[in-house]
């Protein structure tokens, strides 16, 4: 069996994940309470419902409903990558979700976890957990700079105005530093803001 590289002429990309539940109708209420988009509500006779949402900024949706699942209501875990820990607790609290405290360690293990965002704010580390009504399990994680290759490196996209704007937030702070070292103003500062944010999201080296 080969481990390398996988070269084919198309894309493989994710593009719904299937959540068991038990109450369609509960977890459809649920689902728009955090805001998520309703993308379809399809009933076909008595023995078939799919129910599909949405997050915003996401290229994969969730389904759930009658007759599409044989796994137990409640067992799925799936991850939701956010730009801001802190923030996206914040808004899931503020519409009345029951999501955890920000904490580093073990995203899976409550055990293993640790209170608070990751001390050094590294990218990956930073996790925020809540579950829907039939207990299957969402792990936010914080996600500023993607791993190297996780990227195709003739592709610079960003999901989400949110994306973008906190991207151009850290190239700046990132820029200043240059002007810092330099000791005089950059005229050409998109040039060098729109360098940084490309090798930061390709995980190659950042311009200094």
């Given amino acids: 069996m080969s481990t390398g590289p996988v070269s084919t002429s198309g894309d493989f990309k994710l593009e719904v994940a299937v959540i068991p539940v038990a109450d369609v109708d509960r977890s459809k209420q649920f689902y728009e309470s955090l805001g998520w988009r309703v993308d379809a509500d399809i009933v076909v006779g008595d023995a078939f ?3 599909q949402f949405t997050p915003p900024g996401s290229g994969c949706s969730v389904s759930f409903g009658k007759g599409v699942s044989a796994a137990a209501p409640g067992s799925a875990t799936h991850e939701l990558v956010v730009p801001d820990i802190l923030a996206a607790r914040e808004e899931l609290a503020g519409r009345g979700i029951d999501v955890s405290e920000v904490f580093h360690g073990s995203p899976f293990n409550p055990a293993g976890r640790i209170s608070g965002p990751d001390p050094e704010r590294a990218s990956y580390m930073s996790y925020a957990a809540f579950d829907d009504p039939d207990g299957n399990s969402w792990v936010l994680q914080e996600v500023t700079t993607r791993l190297p290759g996780r990227i195709d490196a003739a592709d610079t996209t960003f999901s989400s105005a949110g994306d973008l704007s906190t991207a151009m937030r850290r190239a700046s702070v990132a820029h200043g ?8 103003a950059d005229e050409n500062w998109p040039d060098w803001y ?8 390709h995980g190659a080296e950042l311009p200094t």
């Fill in 49 to 51: 419902r799919v129910v």
């Fill in 177 to 184: 530093e240059h002007e810092q070292r330099t000791g005089q």
């Fill in 194 to 201: 729109a360098d940084y944010m490309v090798a930061e999201q």
